[in-house]
């Protein structure tokens, strides 16, 4: 074909009529929608909408008419191949879907296998009950103290009212370091820490110290040399007994839940006058009923451990004014907390380093 | 200390409808620990009652026993008023003896169901029990003989018996030497609940004259008060009554002769720890003084002991007859055929019995009570009160005279500001009842301005400070009228940086798949033994325990390995061999050879002090330790799992230190318990922080644990200390440009080292280096490896060039060619 053709007849180009074009037009959509999958429609495709196809046949046809006939074939070519294309993409897309969805199915995969290839790690409930408790105290704005395991026995006892005669030192099974005269051992408390702490801040004094401790028992269900302890201690201006009874108060409440407060009973401990043992509502029958409670064993309360206020002979050696100061002083056992809050019936298992038991608790407690 | 309500009741006046319960509570509450309460009478149920023997007829057997046929009149209890005919295996009986009988429908402590039944050829209808088959302690060789006094036949026993008077078992602490008495503690129960009390012993003394038996104390400090108190003309035969004998198996004590039982009574009665001489094999006047060098004594317990110049003795002529306090000699003893007693009653002072006690290993009723303080003025009441009863019960003689040498100390008189209990306990007390609390405990209170002054009684020597009294006046307050407030503590700072960066640790390790134990620190030399550690290794020099709970392991641990592996081989026992552990834990290092001082306790220690004290505690730097062993990585429908290596233990220190944004440096080493090819050794510096890799595999083989266990051990003070806060990094955002390079090196070239070298070269414009692999084989010289590296370039202002680009490449590999002869592959 070559130059626009200026003498119209309409019947020199049959393609172009409008029954022809309309034929093609139902041509390319019954073949459209009569393709079954994508691989058909790319054959319809290619037949009635590609470059060879009847309707782009057609289309190029329309240069040779005459201009006042173009703009009607135009136009009729235009909507036809508008109405291909746009079936085309429809078909396109509802087969595409179906497409997607066979494959999906097919893909399908039993989802009820097993996924773990890499071990779950844990930290010990010990240390994560400890930070718990650290974090109790951190909220009141206490700081948290530590020192050394092997201790000076001046720090460990002496400092603490208990002299080398006192006989509540021959109630702490002591390990001794060699030789004897080394006048080194390994704590059988945290209190040294206590004891640091005084010689080394000013008042106010707020520290909490978790750490281990040792004690010459025996290993058994509820014995170990080895074991962990909390103590409080604070040192400030008008610190009264009241004062650890809120403290105390609040740690239970945080630990164990609204309402799970302590009591004091009468005690002894040659580091605070007045001392007392600390008891806990039983967290499980919350003392209502408590014959059946295996927690409590029927006391409705549950031993937490010991406090007082601070023996101002304690204060003098740790070169705190007992004139001016008076403080409080508190400990318990973590590994004991650990067994009756968390059902852990031996002790053993606390240190004997079975997986199994310290992934049970995880990375948090 | 166990105390029978019957008895507490005799000298308190408690309200007759008082229940158990309450009156445990209350002394609970006033610092008497309820500890056991018993009550033998809950165990038996059914007819127990009191019979006459009518007859008893000795029948051999052909067993070679003799049981006895007995008719035993038990009154109207077995419901007919005639005689009950009882077969009974004891002898220790006769005619007309008042026994105790557990009748058909009884049943006895342990479930014991008392029945008629045929035996031995009778019908016997009932049982004549002994004290042990009443649960009334051990006593199995005998039925119950009771005096005659005790009641008529057919009448219920357990009162008899005191099975209905629960015993109450205190648990008493050291402060409190008063309250390990009857006497104490009843007086406890009569201030518990403000009822009277009657002082058992307020009694008729005479006065101390020098007729008595000779005593001479050269230690008056050792010993303030002794006196002595001589009864004479006692009836070898006379039993102890049966009213004491029950009392003494009630408390405990097992009754032994009468007058061995008297002195023990008073002691649980008053307090007051008693001793009684057989005055026929006594020589001359007692004496108390110090042991001298090379003395020695036989205790009552039969065993010889070598004398220390600190224990304080009790002699005669003959040399040392007692530890004062603590045990007496076994030669100048009581013994059954004692006509003439010398009773002893002293104060000793309570630091040397407390040592002597220690010394001997002899804890014993009498030292328990001296050596936490003895009332010094009881012992007069108490020497009297024993010889008064071995007149009644033994129908001995007092002889005149009454020794009684020193003087009890005057009672401590403390000053406090008057409001101070209320100051103290945050409860509101008003002098009255401050003032009353402490009269009521037997303090004499005096008052100047808003001081108060109460000087404590003889039996309170524990009372010495001004919050003793506190405690007094609280406890009697109530220690549940102690309100909660919660103090406001200055605003602190949190967590230590160390405390937050060990919880960091902790879960990086817990993240990476590793499981943490806390072990023992105990270990022995056979423990570094098989772990290749050789003697003159520094982790060799340990500190050791004086008393170590197993001879085997005196050691303080230097390394945590032991214990972790012992944590291994314990989870490999119990099949579960694909475990990783970690341990973070202090270890002990030797320091120095100075020992701790002691310092005084007056004072706050000097500073020089407090450094003499600080350079003597040992070093303990907190130690991370890791082993791996297995499976890392399960087989599974995916595929094969993966072992565990040496890398993952290399890797278990790379990812702390990359936590903590410290920098390691990591050569290869030699060190034990390490496999000699597979140690990595980690830097800060040249500061070595620890080492990581496969064990080596005799130490796998002696530790039992599984086949190419890795372990890590580094010290982890060390690493935190050189911790770096992470600064926000600057990334560009203009393209990369990758540069893949491998390298032809000698066997013996370490990759971080030809890394190090690409890194130097390649310059500002590197942004990453990754090594992807390693390749030995046929494309590369033998004796060489290829290790080929990902680098990734990029500028911060600009898209790199190719040249640019290739050019730092090209850099990067002339420096390893230089350094290692590397060649590009
Ligand atoms: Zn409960």
Redesign the interface.
């Known amino acids: 074909m070559s130059g626009p053709n200026t003498e119209y007849d309409p019947v020199a180009v049959t393609p172009l009529q409008a029954d022809q074009v309309e034929a093609m037009r139902d041509q390319a959509l019954a073949a459209i929608a009569a393709a079954e999958d994508l691989k058909a429609l790319a054959q319809a495709r290619s037949e009635h909408v590609g470059d060879r196809s009847p309707l782009a046949l057609a289309n190029r046809e329309i240069g040779a008419l005459p201009p006042q006939a173009r703009k009607e074939v135009g136009q009729r070519v235009g909507q036809a191949r508008g109405a291909v294309a746009q079936a085309l993409a429809a078909r396109t897309e509802v087969l595409e879907a179906e497409h997607e969805e066979r494959t999906l199915l097919a893909e399908t995969v039993d989802v009820t ?2 996924t ?9 409930p ?2 994560t009950l400890s ?1 718990r408790i ?1 974090d109790i105290f ?1 909220a ?5 103290a ?1 020192g ?8 460990n006892f ?2 603490l ?1 208990l ?3 006192h ?2 030192r ?2 702490q099974d002591t ?10 051992v ?1 704590r059988t408390h945290t209190s040294p820490v206590q004891a640091r702490t005084m ?1 080394t801040r000013e008042p ?1 004094i ?1 520290v909490a110290c978790p750490g ?1 401790v040792y004690r ?1 028992d ?1 290993v058994d269900a509820t014995h170990s ?2 074991f962990h302890q909390v103590e409080g201690l ?1 040192i ?1 201006e008008g ?9 105390l ?2 740690l239970t409440t945080a630990l164990f839940g609204e309402g799970i ?1 302590t ?6 401990f040659p580091f605070t ?5 600390m008891d806990m509502v039983c967290f499980v029958c919350r003392g209502v009923d408590p014959e059946q409670c295996r927690t409590c064993r029927g006391e409705g309360w549950i031993e937490l451990g010991g406090c007082g ?1 601070v ?3 304690v204060l ?4 705190v004014d007992p004139d001016r100061y ?1 403080g409080f002083a508190f400990g318990f056992g973590i590994d004991r907390i650990l067994m009756f809050r968390h059902t852990v019936e031996d002790l053993r298992d ?7 038991f ?2 049970a608790f995880g ?1 948090e407690i | 200390m166990k105390a029978p309500v019957s008895w507490i009741r005799e000298y308190a006046a408690l309200p007759d409808d008082l229940g158990i319960d309450e009156l445990t509570h209350r002394l ?4 008497l ?1 309820l500890e056991a309460l018993e009550a033998p009478g809950d165990a038996i149920t059914g007819p127990l009652v009191l019979g006459r023997v009518i007859s008893r007829q000795p029948e051999p057997q052909k067993n070679g026993k003799t049981i006895n046929w007995c008719s035993v009149d038990v009154g109207d209890a077995n419901g007919t008023g005639d005689p009950q005919g009882i077969v009974c295996g004891a002898h220790n009986f006769d005619v007309g003896d008042l026994v105790v009988v557990a009748l058909p429908g009884a049943v006895l402590p342990g479930g014991f169901a008392i029945g008629a039944r045929k035996t031995y050829g009778h019908l016997s209808a009932g049982m004549i029990c002994s004290a042990a088959e009443l649960g009334l302690g051990q006593d199995h060789s005998g039925i119950i003989v009771l005096p005659d006094e005790a009641g008529v036949p057919g009448v219920d026993a357990r009162a008899v018996l005191g099975l209905d008077d629960p015993v109450i078992e205190f648990e008493i ?4 030497a008063y309250a390990l008495s009857l006497r104490g503690i009843a007086r406890e129960a009569a201030l518990g609940f403000s009822v009277p009390f009657h002082d058992p012993a307020e009694r008729e003394l005479p006065s101390p004259d020098d007729s008595g038996y000779p005593v001479q104390v050269e230690d008056p400090v050792g010993c303030p008060v002794f006196v002595a108190r001589t009864v004479t003309g006692l009836d070898p035969a006379a039993q102890t009554p049966e009213w004491m004998v029950r009392r003494l198996t009630q408390v405990g004590m097992r009754p032994i002769s009468l007058a061995v039982d008297v002195t023990n009574y008073v002691m649980m009665e008053l307090g007051q720890p008693i001793h009684g001489y057989d005055r026929d094999r006594l020589s001359g006047a007692i004496g108390v003084r110090r042991a001298r060098e090379g003395e020695q004594l036989t205790t009552l317990d039969g065993v010889r002991r070598d004398l220390d110049p600190g224990d304080l003795l009790i002699t005669d002529d003959s040399g040392p007859i007692g530890l004062a306090g603590v045990m007496g000699g076994e030669d100048t003893e009581i013994s059954p055929s004692t006509t003439a007693v010398v009773i002893e009653a002293a104060c000793f002072e ?2 040397s019995i ?2 002597t006690q ?1 010394r001997h290993r002899l804890p014993s009723e009498a030292s328990k009570r001296f ?2 303080g003895v009332d010094p003025a009881l012992a007069g009441a108490a020497a009297d009160r024993v010889a008064a009863l071995l007149a009644e019960l033994g129908g001995a003689t007092i002889e005149p005279g009454c020794t009684q040498v020193g003087t009890p100390p005057p009672a401590a008189s403390i000053t406090i500001d008057a409001d101070l209990p209320a ?5 509101d007390i008003d002098l009255d009842t401050t003032v009353g609390h402490l009269e009521a405990i037997g303090c004499r209170v005096s008052l100047e301005g808003d001081r108060l002054t109460a000087v404590a009684p003889t039996w309170r020597p524990d009372l010495t ?4 009294l ?2 007094e006046v ?2 009697i307050v109530g ?2 009228r ?15 940086r160390t ?1 937050r960066l060990r ?1 960091r640790v ?2 990086v ?14 270990c022995s030399e056979s423990d570094f033994e098989s772990l290749g550690i050789e003697p003159a290794d520094v982790r060799r020099q340990t ?7 197993s001879a085997e392991e005196p050691l ?1 641990a230097t390394t945590l390995l032991p ?2 592996l ?3 081989a ?2 490999t026992g ?1 099949a ?1 061999a ?4 970690f341990e973070v ?2 270890v ?1 290092i030797p320091t120095g050879s100075e ?11 000097t500073e020089q002090e ?1 450094q003499q ?1 600080q350079k ?3 070093h ?1 730097p907190l130690h991370l330790a890791a082993a791996i062993s297995g499976d ?3 087989a ?3 595929g094969a ?1 993966r072992p565990a290596t040496w890398a993952d233990a290399v890797e278990v220190v790379r990812s702390v230190a990359t936590s903590l944004g410290v920098e390691l440096t990591v050569t290869r080493a030699t060190l034990a318990p390490w496999h000699p090819g597979r140690c990595a050794e980690f830097r800060i510096g040249e500061l070595v922080v620890g080492h990581a890799g496969e064990l080596h595999p005799r130490v796998v083989r002696s530790w039992g644990i599984p086949a190419r266990t890795a372990v890590v051990e580094v010290d982890l003070d060390l690493l935190m200390r050189h911790a770096v806060d992470p600064v926000g990094p600057r990334f560009s955002a203009y393209p990369v440009a990758k540069e893949d390079v491998a390298l032809e090196v000698a066997e013996d070239v370490p990759a971080a080292q030809v890394e190090q070298a690409l890194r130097d070269g390649a310059g500002e414009l590197l942004e990453s280096i990754r090594l992807f692999d390693v390749y030995r084989g046929d494309q590369v010289a033998a004796g060489h490896k290829s290790l080929a590296f990902a680098l990734r370039f990029r500028a911060a202002d600009r898209t790199l060039t190719e040249s640019e680009s290739a050019a730092a490449r090209d850099a990067a590999v002339r420096i390893a060619g230089e350094r290692f002869g590397a060649a590009q592959r």
């Open positions: 296998l097993p773990r290839r890499h071990p779950a790690g844990s930290r010990h010990i240390t930070d650290a951190v009141m704005g206490w700081e948290i530590e050394p395991q092997v201790e000076a026995e001046w720090l002496d400092a009212n002299g080398p005669d006989p509540a021959t109630m390990f001794w370091l060699e030789p004897a005269d080394s006048a080194l390994l010689l106010p707020y281990r010459t025996e040399p080895v604070v400030d610190i009264t007994m009241a004062h650890l009874k809120g403290t108060d609040h407060t009591r004091f009973r009468p005690s002894y006058e007045p001392s007392a043992e206020v023996n101002p002979r003098v050696a740790c070169g008076t606390v240190f004997e380093g079975d997986v199994r310290t992934s990375v | 609970t509450m006033l610092g620990k602490n050291p402060d409190r309570a630091t407390f040592r220690r050596e936490r100051r103290i306990s945050g409860i400070d001004p919050f003793d506190v405690e609280v406890r220690y549940d102690v309100p909660a407030v919660l103090p406001t503590a200055p605003a602190g700072r949190g967590l230590t405390q919880r902790g879960h390790l817990a993240g990476n798949g590793l499981t943490e134990v806390i072990s023992y620190p105990f500190l050791r325990l004086e008393n170590p709970l303080l214990g972790l012992r944590a291994l314990r989870n119990r579960n694909d475990v990783g552990l834990s202090p002990f020992a701790a001082p002691l310092l005084p306790t007056d004072r706050r220690p407090w004290l003597a505690v040992p303990q890392r990585e399960a599974g429908w995916w799992g």
